[in-house]
Every structure is written in C-alpha cells, then in structure tokens.
C-alpha cells in the first residue's frame, strides 16, 4: 500500500496541452516536494510546498498543496516535449525524511 | 561544482556475491540518504545520516543490507549476499540541514542486475 498515490501513472499527451497530475494521501505531511526524474538520472527538486492552500508557479508549471496538507497537484500549462520525464511527488515529516509516490510517467509527443 | 558522485554506474554480479557501492555527497553537506527504485515499489529510503551518524536504518530491507558513512565524504552500501530481488537502481542524496525544508540532491544512481 503506497503512503502516496500519484495519478494517472502514465499520460501521453501532444504539444501545447495542457495536463494535471495528483498527489494524494491519507497522512498530514509539513511540506510536500516535487521531483522530476530522466531516463538515467537522479530526481531534481522542482517546487517545495509547506502552508496548506499554498500554491507556486514555476513557469508554466503551477503546484499547489490541499488545504489540509494531505494532497497536492501539479498543472502543466501548454507542455513541451521538455517536460517529458517521471513527476514524483515526496511528503516530508519534518525537516528531513521523505516519502515517495510512484510517480507520474508524462510523454509530450511533438 | 560536482554533484553527487555515486560508482559504479551499472554493477552486474551473480547470486551470493557481495556488491559495494559507493558515494560521494556534495562538499559541505551534512546529511546524506541512501534510496532504491524499482518499477514495483518506487523510490524508497533505505537509510539516512545526519554527520556521519546513521539516523533511520528502519528501510533497510533485510541484515544482508548494510551502510557505513566513515566520514563526511564518503558512504557506502554493502549487500551481501546479494540475490536477485535486490536488482534495482541504487540513489544516494545528501542535503544541508539547516532546520528548514532540505533540498535533497541525487545522484546519477547505481543500476545492479543479480542475475
């Protein structure tokens, strides 16, 4: 049984759509992270969430963390065969130890 | 100014060995994590140290696991014997821990097949 639950697992979607994934859970987290992972390598932090009902964009990317701390989404607007990758989201209690969802495994077809 | 160093990048050994991997965590950091993937279960943390010091092993899966971080710049893995459910790949992190929100920065990962 996962902590987290990512959906969908997989989306293919075409240039210049525009997507959401989710990121829910049962549990209470102190902040919730955003990691985007490429074939071969690590995942790279994009965005930390910490206040419910907190909502960041970075670029055409807007995340946003539940009011009550439990879920989150990530929305893509107009995606680009560079946001091609797995979108894996972390819940953290505390300061240091995270937990992970499966992830989302996003196409951007050309 | 180099990230995580993690070797080797792709390790194929037989049933019963022992395998060792190895990392480097960025210079200044004081904090450093060790995570496995596989498509079944994800990204889990196996085990992580805070100075040198290990904080929460409760992820390592069995006793054929273990960690060692002898000091700032240097940690391993040891599974031995290894068996062919270990086959996965193979992350270390480390971070600054500052009391806030730590960002967690991965390395390129170590990709083992137990054939």
């Known amino acids: 049984t996962q902590l987290l639950e990512q959906s969908p697992q997989f989306l293919s979607i075409q240039e210049g759509e525009n997507l959401t994934v989710y990121c829910n859970s049962s549990s209470v987290f102190s902040s919730l992270q955003w990691y985007r992972q490429e074939p071969g390598e690590g995942p790279v932090l994009l965005v930390t969430?910490?206040?419910?009902?907190e909502v960041k964009k970075l670029k055409r990317l807007t995340f946003q963390f539940g009011d009550a701390r439990k879920d989150s989404s990530l929305h893509i607007t107009a995606a680009q065969p560079g946001d091609t990758g797995l979108y894996l989201c972390a819940g953290a209690w505390g300061a240091q130890k995270l937990v992970f969802g499966q992830g989302t495994r996003l196409t951007i077809n050309p | 100014d180099a990230g995580v160093i993690q070797s080797p990048r792709h390790e194929v050994t037989e049933m019963g060995q022992e395998v060792t991997l190895r990392c480097k965590p960025i210079?200044?950091?004081?904090?450093l994590f060790w995570y496995r993937q596989t498509m079944m279960r994800g990204l889990e943390l196996l085990i992580y140290?805070?100075?040198?010091?290990?904080?929460?092993d409760s992820g390592m899966p069995e006793d054929r696991f273990s960690a060692k971080m002898p000091n700032a710049s240097f940690s391993t893995l040891k599974i031995q014997p290894s068996e062919p459910r270990d086959s996965a790949v193979y992350f270390c992190?480390?971070?600054?821990?500052?009391?806030?929100?730590?960002?967690?920065?991965f390395g390129p990962g170590t990709r083992l097949t137990v054939l």
């Open positions: 969430v910490v206040t419910g009902g």
């Open positions: 210079s200044g950091h004081n904090s």
């Open positions: 140290f805070n100075n040198n010091v290990p904080i929460d």
């Open positions: 992190a480390s971070s600054f821990r500052s009391g806030g929100h730590n960002e967690q920065f």
